[in-house]
């Protein structure tokens, strides 16, 4: 599975920016998708994540702001973030949970985007 994200760019604390992440590949074994962010100097952490049956979940700091969500027909899983903060200013990943034809899981992850959140 490969992933393409896009989306990112600069943004003024308030403002909203949606994320895209285009699956190819052996989309048909994806389990679960979701997204990552890395601030600078600090570790990547979970942001939100869907499943196959279509549930979401999200990280504390972000749950009713962000809203993740997939258009089956695209490949494509969002990231909408509404009332950014400056603390939201990071890379942003997207990953892919999926299986072979064996059931050995994998992770996949696209390149990530920037979004940067000014004051």
């Known amino acids: 599975v490969q992933l393409q994200a896009s989306g990112g760019g600069l943004v003024q604390a308030g403002g909203s920016l949606r994320l895209s992440c285009a699956a190819s590949g052996s989309i048909f074994s994806i389990n679960a998708m979701g997204w990552y962010r890395q601030a600078p100097g600090k570790q990547r952490e979970w942001v939100a994540g869907i499943t196959r049956d279509g549930t979401t979940k999200y990280v504390d700091s972000v749950k009713g702001r962000f809203t993740i969500s997939r258009d089956i027909a695209k490949n494509t899983v969002y990231l909408q973030m509404n009332t950014l903060k400056p603390e939201d200013t990071a890379v942003y990943y997207c990953?892919?949970?999926?299986?072979?034809?064996?059931?050995?899981?994998?992770?996949?992850w696209g390149q990530g985007t920037l979004v940067t959140v000014s004051s």
């Open positions: 990953n892919a949970d999926y299986s072979d034809l064996n059931g050995r899981a994998f992770r996949s």
